[in-house]
C-alpha cells in the first residue's frame, strides 16, 4: 500500500515565488532592470547564487556594488516598484491552486513562507491562485531579521503554528530555500523543479523533487 504523503495531519508550508508561482521571469527582470539603472554588471551565475530565492535586503547588504552605500529600505523600494509592475505576468506552477485545496480539505494546516514582501504575497495568494482563504499563516520579508537561506522564516511559522518542524514538510524550489527549510528541522523537504534542477535541490538537501504540484502525482488517494 502506497503511505499517505503528506503524513495525516502534517502541517505543510510553502515557498512562494517559484514554488506555487512561476514567477523566477519577474523577478529576473525585476533584478536586472535594477542592475541596469544602477550600472552594475552582474552575470547569470552571480545572480543564480546571490539573488536567486533571497530576500532583497539581504542580498543587498551583503553582495558588493554601486548600492552600497545606499539605503536599504530605499532599495527594496525600488525592486517592489519594478516587480509590481510585472505582476500581471506572474502564473500558477501547474497544480498548485489544486493542491492547496486538496491539502486544506484533507485537513493539513496550511503556512507560506516567502522572501517577499506581505503585499507581493497577498496579491499572489489571493489574485493569482485564489488560495487565500485556505493559508493560515504567510511569514514575509518584513517578518524576519534574517532571510533564507537562514532558517528564521520556517522556524518563525513552526513557532507560530505551534509545531514540530520535524512533522512538518515543505515545498522549495531554490538552493538557498532547501537549504533554510533543512536548517530549520523541517522532516519533510519537496524541491519543486522550476527554477533549480533536481541535482542542485538535491544537493541543498531535498529528499525527493517533482516538476510541478499536479496532485496526482503527489497524493495518495484520498479513503
Do not use: N
Request: hydrophobic share 45%; proline share 6%.
Amino acid at each position: 500500500m502506497t503511505p499517505a504523503f503528506p503524513a495525516p495531519g502534517a502541517p505543510v508550508v510553502f515557498d512562494l515565488d517559484g514554488t506555487l508561482v512561476l514567477s523566477e521571469h519577474v523577478h529576473r527582470r525585476t533584478w536586472f532592470r535594477f542592475f541596469d539603472d544602477w550600472g552594475a554588471a552582474v552575470d547569470e551565475d552571480t545572480y543564480r547564487r546571490e539573488f536567486l530565492g533571497r530576500r532583497a535586503d539581504d542580498a543587498l547588504r551583503e553582495v558588493d556594488g554601486p548600492w552600497r552605500d545606499a539605503d536599504p529600505d530605499e532599495l527594496t523600494g525600488q525592486l517592489v516598484a519594478h516587480g509590481t509592475a510585472l505582476a500581471g505576468a506572474v502564473e500558477a506552477v501547474p497544480g498548485a491552486t489544486e493542491l492547496v485545496t486538496a491539502l486544506a480539505a484533507r485537513g493539513h494546516r496550511l503556512a507560506v513562507v516567502t522572501s517577499a514582501r506581505r503585499g507581493w504575497a497577498e496579491k499572489i495568494l489571493g489574485d493569482v491562485l485564489g488560495v487565500a482563504a485556505l493559508i493560515e499563516l504567510v511569514v514575509a520579508a518584513e517578518d524576519v531579521v534574517r532571510g533564507k537561506p537562514d532558517p528564521e522564516g520556517y522556524l518563525t511559522a513552526c513557532r507560530s503554528l505551534g509545531v514540530d518542524p520535524a512533522g512538518c514538510v515543505a515545498f522549495e524550489d531554490s538552493p538557498a530555500g532547501v537549504a533554510a527549510v533543512v536548517a530549520a528541522g523541517i522532516g519533510t523537504v519537496v524541491g519543486v523543479r522550476t527554477t533549480t534542477g533536481a541535482a542542485g535541490l538535491e544537493a541543498a538537501g531535498a529528499h525527493r523533487t517533482v516538476p510541478d504540484l499536479a496532485p496526482g502525482r503527489l497524493l495518495a488517494p484520498a479513503d
